[in-house]
């Protein structure tokens, strides 16, 4: 009789994209052009339509170890072969070994969840999001013009430490961590600690910018 643990173990074809990192639930819009991902993707899309993707650290020259299965939801057939994507980022996984590496890299893959929370999320989610508002509501001073928040925001809190995380612009290590978190209270928690210092930087900012717009008249 089968394990448990084996049953959530695959093969999977792997894509690894220079500091890119996909979360559960998030689009992923890919332009397909380089001759072994072009016959990676027409394969996948005569199966289940389901890749991995992994951040390749081009500093480090390494391949991140934990990424995220997408699935292709939209697809376009472009001159020379080409195709164009929209993928939705689907679960979590970690590579166990690399099944072969030539057209295209295959890895043997065990799935990967959050752990069940201990404690009521919800409280940790809506301080995540009050502080989410005010760093756009702080940037929006800062640059001048209207930045909103989409309004189908996830409310449920590993959803929401998801979309977080989908959103930081810049960090990859940072996001490559968060993705490798297996405790939805961990995540939200190091998203505010990241959003409250953002806080802080940009409400300095918004100060000496109030200041040089506005000077007190010393009369």
């Given at each position: 009789m089968a394990s448990s643990s084996s049953i959530a173990v695959r093969e999977l074809p792997l894509f690894p994209l220079p500091e890119v990192v996909l979360f559960p639930a998030i689009p992923l819009p890919l332009h397909i052009f380089e001759f072994r991902y072009?016959?990676?993707?027409?394969?996948?899309?005569?199966?289940?339509?389901?890749?991995?993707?992994?951040?390749?650290d081009p500093t480090q020259g390494q391949v991140a170890s934990v990424g995220c299965c997408a699935e292709i939801i939209q697809h376009q057939r472009l001159p020379d072969d080409r195709l164009k994507m929209i993928t939705l980022g689907q679960q979590r996984f970690?590579?166990?070994e690399t099944v072969r590496e030539k057209p295209y890299l295959v890895g043997l893959v065990e799935w990967i969840e959050d752990e069940p929370p201990q404690q009521d999320l919800r409280p940790l989610a809506t301080e995540v999001e009050g502080l989410l508002r005010d760093v756009v509501r702080l940037s929006s001073k800062l640059m001048d013009q209207s930045i909103k928040l989409p309004e189908d925001i996830p409310s449920l809190p590993t959803e929401l430490s998801y979309w977080v995380a989908s959103n930081l612009y810049g960090v990859p290590a940072e996001q490559q961590a968060l993705l490798e978190l297996q405790d939805t209270a961990a995540r939200l928690q190091r998203e505010a600690e990241i959003l409250s210092s953002t806080r802080s930087h940009l409400a300095a900012k918004t100060v000496l910018k109030d200041t040089f717009e506005n000077p007190v008249d010393p009369n």
């Open positions: 072009r016959i990676m993707m027409n394969t996948i899309l005569e199966s289940d339509r389901r890749f991995g993707v992994l951040m390749f970690r590579v166990l």
